[in-house]
């Protein structure tokens, strides 16, 4: 039987996402002058108001050179609230730094005298996940809902289409799936978006709905392969601004507080998610850089023909290197004459799930982080950034570079 599921996606002006781009960028700025930095950043924000919190240890010069308040000024000013009307923007706002040491009962349980035995940072479980639907292998609700904010975002900057937009967004993808769980059609699509306040409201509400399926629509659709293409149809139900006017928006119209979209910042509610937020916290913490190793795992696992989907948990104790346990569920989608526990077995041998392995693996103690904090940290492509002059590999969790090893491995065509 035929079935919807749905997934959400919010902009980098929502108030959330606020909060977690300035704690990541907080992140790079002391992996900037200390690769070796523990960082522990959590960023509360609302009308005209900026506070943030968490533990560090750094260096004596990431100290003297990491200005906070300036870091999140400067993320604010790119995400564009820098007007006054907003009641939120990058000048004006009271920026309050409630930073300080981190607790040397936790470090204790991180450090060690060898670097391949560091503890993992915290216990739990972490999750990573992987389909067919998409190029990326990513789940086609998520991705295009993603697609859709970051094609709003790029027209808001643009400044040649739809003036009126702010930086406040959120969408919403339901596909229906046809019997063998494959995306047939997309069934509804949701956006509300911030706007300029106008005095005709429904004339406004009209234009936002008309320019949405009009513009941005056909700007997303132009940019996915053929397959993908065939179902966006005519018969799409369209919520556009659904509630009304959407003029006071960002931290004004709600607070914003780092981690509150783990869903948004993984695969939009397909596969598992083991709880912990991403944003604000350096590699030591497991509930990042292993939910990142998951997810490198089960995208390889997928690309190298072994099963169509999969999801992949590994969990750890406090302070304690060895992971205690790696499970693989590839939903009856398998390839290879093997069960989902011997699968697991075979990837524990093969992979390193140590935490020193992981942030070794993918370059974490590098400042790649600021990148990640909206718009998911997984399904996008790998990259290279210029911090001071040196050059850093981005996303490197989502390289396919384990594909012939499992391959191999796996006796897989």
């Not at 999140?72 to 930073?99: H, M, P, W």
């Not at 699509?189 to 941005?216: G, P, W, Y």
């Not at 040196?390 to 996303?395: A, E």
Request: net charge positive.
């Amino acid at each position: 039987m035929s079935y919807l599921f749905t997934s959400e996606s919010v902009s980098e002006g929502h108030p959330d996402k606020v909060a977690d781009q300035i704690s990541d960028a907080v992140i790079d700025a002391f992996l900037t002058y200390d690769p070796n930095a523990k960082v522990a950043c959590e960023t509360f924000v609302t009308t005209g108001l900026v506070v943030i919190g968490g533990e560090i240890k750094c260096n004596a010069e990431a100290k003297s050179k990491v200005d906070v308040q300036e870091i999140a000024r400067e993320v604010i000013r790119k995400i564009g609230y820098t007007k006054s009307e907003y009641q939120f923007d990058s000048i004006s706002c009271g920026i309050l730094n409630a930073l300080h040491e981190q607790s040397s009962d936790i470090r204790q349980g991180v450090e060690r005298k060898k670097e391949a035995e560091q503890g993992a940072g915290d216990q739990g479980m972490m999750f990573g996940f992987a389909c067919r639907e998409t190029d990326n292998y990513m789940p086609l609700p998520l991705e295009l809902s993603h697609m859709l904010l970051r094609e709003l975002a790029a027209i808001r900057r643009e400044g040649k289409q739809m003036k009126y937009l702010r930086p406040d967004a959120k969408s919403q993808v339901t596909i229906e799936y046809n019997d063998n769980g494959s995306p047939s059609r997309i069934d509804t699509i949701v956006v509300s978006t911030q706007h300029d306040d106008f005095a005709a409201d429904k004339k406004m509400l009209d234009q936002i709905r008309k320019d949405v399926i009009n513009i941005l629509v056909p700007r997303v659709k132009k940019k996915l392969p053929a397959r993908i293409q065939k179902l966006f149809g005519t018969d799409i139900k369209y919520h556009i601004n659904p509630t009304g006017k959407f003029v006071i928006g960002g931290p004004h119209g709600d607070t914003g507080l780092t981690g509150r979209k783990i869903i948004v910042d993984t695969y939009g509610g397909r596969g598992a998610h083991g709880g912990g937020a991403f944003s604000g916290k350096d590699s030591s913490k497991v509930d990042r850089s292993a939910a990142y190793a998951t997810r490198h795992i089960a995208k390889n696992l997928v690309a190298a023909g072994i099963a169509d989907e999969c999801l992949v948990q590994v969990a750890y104790a406090i302070g304690v290197a060895q992971p205690v346990g790696l499970y693989i569920n590839t939903y009856g989608s398998s390839k290879i004459k093997m069960s989902d526990g011997e699968i697991a077995a075979k990837v524990a041998k093969l992979v390193d799930m140590r935490p020193a392995a992981i942030v070794s693996r993918f370059g974490l103690k590098h400042p790649i982080y600021a990148e990640t904090a909206a718009y998911g940290h997984m399904g996008r492509t790998p990259g290279v950034k210029t911090v001071n002059g040196k050059k850093y590999d981005t996303f490197g969790w989502e390289k396919l570079d384990l594909v012939d090893t499992f391959k191999k491995a796996f006796k897989a065509n």
